[in-house]
């Protein structure tokens, strides 16, 4: 990771434990600890994607399993996690997890090459983009509602694994220009993760 994306992400995370610790009132403790949770999700390289859903099943007081499914920038993403000081206050809770964002077969784009000659030229094409497989480690901060609800700001980073490989046909001597490199690389999976989540506590 890069010095200046982790004093970003150290930065984010000592502003929100400050905010929380300042604002702590009577939503942040709940009577009983629901048995599972419903959540609607949204983030960068998260395992929700930029949109999705997430189940949680409570295991014991502190430990907590999500499932995510959603839509991202890499085709659509499932992940899978254990929460840990996932109790029923307000908390800082380590997550371990892995997703899996399983591409698009064929993406139609407008995009730019260059030829053999070097002349730059935009045109249609269909681009492949390959599966690929994250580990990611992160620390949520939730909130939690009367009923159970939990409120969860999550922040951490994706370390790409494996795949996230991406083909398009080319014409002898073509090949895509920097800045249509550039386009693909930004859309890859993987970084610095922010994310929100809003879970239903069902008991």
């Known amino acids: 990771m890069k010095p200046l994306k982790l004093s970003i992400l150290v930065t984010i995370i000592v502003i929100t434990n400050n905010i929380a610790f300042?604002?702590?009132?009577?939503?942040?403790?709940?009577?009983?600890?629901?048995?599972f949770y419903f959540g609607l999700g949204t983030g960068i390289n998260v395992n929700t994607g930029l949109t999705g859903i997430k189940l949680g099943a409570r295991l014991n007081e502190s430990t907590l399993v999500e499932a995510s499914a959603g839509i991202g920038s890499w085709g659509n993403k499932f992940g899978l996690g254990v929460v840990l000081n996932a109790k029923n206050s307000a908390s800082w809770c380590p997550v371990i997890s892995i997703s899996r964002a399983t591409g698009i077969d064929k993406?139609?784009?407008?995009?730019?090459?260059?030829?053999?000659?070097?002349?730059?030229?935009?045109?249609?094409?269909?681009?492949?983009?390959?599966?690929a497989t994250l580990f990611n480690i992160s620390m949520q901060r939730q909130w939690i509602r009367p009923k159970g609800n939990r409120i969860v700001l999550e922040l951490g980073y994706s370390i790409l694994f494996a795949g996230s490989e991406y083909s398009v046909a080319l014409n002898q001597g073509e090949k895509l220009s920097d800045a249509s490199e550039k386009?693909?690389?930004?859309?890859?999976?993987?970084?610095?993760?922010?994310?929100?989540?809003?879970?239903?506590?069902i008991k």
Do not use: C, H, R, W
């Open 22 to 35: 300042s604002q702590t009132n009577k939503y942040d403790e709940a009577p009983k600890s629901p048995s």
């Open 183 to 201: 386009v693909m690389n930004s859309l890859k999976p993987g970084g610095i993760m922010i994310g929100f989540s809003y879970n239903f506590g």
């Open 107 to 131: 993406l139609s784009t407008n995009l730019e090459f260059k030829n053999a000659l070097g002349a730059t030229y935009k045109k249609d094409v269909d681009i492949s983009l390959n599966p």
